[in-house]
T-cell receptor
């Protein structure tokens, strides 16, 4: 089973709202990732968690705040977003953070910021 | 820094024909992984096939095979006997070992190839 789940599927929020995206996997993977994908563009890496510790932050604005409460869960807290933050947010997980480890993606959350 | 180049923005292929999607990469890492993903219009990224930099044999997974030419830094995806359901965006991606956190990097993606299979 290579299932990664993400909730919600769609999210519309105003610029003053606070919301969270949730990602879950039960494959025993110890590395989890957030990617942002704008329309007609490839995904871009935002954050990497390895063994529940943040290992990579790709200079993401502080209005995006990741959290990894345990090895199965990954959250992305959103606050004071801008309309240009509207995108598909993809979560992924892999067994470890080695070059040989395949990343499996969830279905994504389509975020619209008004 | 790693870079992935996919030179075919779009392709039209007749059903049941074989199709080759091009991918070239650039990296200074000795150890890296190459991946192909399929993204239908629904948005989910579906893993297709993996090739490691030290693998001597080309990877195969069902109808998918990867034509890995290390000296040329190319990793083309071959889909045999294409089907209507193969219509999607295809991304070549790479993962190097120079991650700032001590582990591997995240994935670096090419711009993708939009494949349309015609009946």
């Amino acid at each position: 089973d290579t299932e990664v789940t993400q909730t919600p599927k769609h999210l519309v929020m105003g610029m003053t709202n606070k919301k969270s995206l949730k990602c879950e996997q039960h494959m025993g993977h110890r590395a989890m990732y957030w990617y942002k994908q704008k329309a007609k563009k490839p995904p871009e890496l935002m954050f990497v968690y390895s063994y529940e510790k943040l290992s990579i932050n790709e200079s993401v604005p502080s209005r995006f705040s990741p959290e990894c409460p345990n090895s199965s869960l990954l959250n992305l807290h959103l606050h004071a977003l801008q309309p240009e933050d509207s995108a598909l947010y993809l979560c992924a997980s892999s067994r470890r953070d080695f070059t040989t480890d395949t990343q499996y993606f969830g279905p994504g959350t389509r975020l619209t910021v008004l | 820094a790693q870079k992935i180049t996919q030179t075919q923005p779009g392709m039209f292929v007749q059903e049941k024909e074989a199709v080759t999607l091009d991918c070239t990469y650039d990296t200074s890492d000795q150890s890296y992984g190459l991946f192909w993903y399929k993204q239908p219009s629904s948005g989910e990224m579906i893993f297709l096939i993996y090739q490691g930099s030290y693998d001597e044999q080309n990877a195969t997974e069902g109808r998918y095979s990867l034509n890995f030419q290390k000296a040329r830094k190319s990793a083309n995806l071959v889909i045999s006997a294409s089907q209507l359901g193969d219509s999607a965006m295809y991304f070549c991606a790479m993962r190097g070992s120079s991650g700032s956190g001590g582990g591997a990097d995240g994935l670096t993606f090419g711009k993708g190839t939009h494949l349309i299979i015609q009946p």
